[in-house]
Nanobody, 120 residues
Framework: QVQLVESGGGLVQTGGSLRLSCAASGDILIINTLYWYRQAPGKQRKLVASITSTGSTSYVDSVKGRFTISRDTAKNTVNLQMNSLKSEDTAVYYC??????????????WGQGTQVTVSS
């Protein structure tokens, strides 16, 4: 059994910062690429950032220069530092991870999501 639990969401004013964290726990043998997605009201879930097992990162254009994804391999966590937040960043943020458990195949897991609201 593998679980992903996000934390760090909340309400922040335009221009402010938030740091999201996602912790993976359970039967984990290998964690490959980690992702942060977001879903705004009435819209599809979209990829925001990713980080590979070797630390290579990728961002959607709208967050480049403002968001930073990082991972702590020892703690099985992935973080998303969000600076210069804009109202259009308002969404539920989800982490996703490709995880190989001891007895199961490599597959993707989702966290439950954390709400980020940016007010003007």
């Amino acid at each position: 059994q593998v679980q992903l639990v996000e934390s760090g969401g909340g309400l922040v004013q335009t221009g402010g910062s938030l740091r999201l964290s996602c912790a993976a726990s359970g039967d984990i043998l290998i964690i490959n690429t980690l992702y942060w997605y977001r879903q705004a009201p009435g819209k599809q879930r979209k990829l925001v950032a990713s980080i590979t097992s070797t630390g290579s990162t990728s961002y959607v254009d709208s967050v480049k220069g403002r968001f930073t994804i990082s991972r702590d391999t020892a703690k099985n966590t992935v973080n998303l530092q969000m600076n210069s937040l804009k109202s259009e960043d308002t969404a539920v943020y989800y982490c996703n991870a490709n995880i190989k458990s001891t007895w199961g195949p490599l597959r993707g897991y989702w966290g439950q999501g954390t709400q980020v609201t940016v007010s003007s």
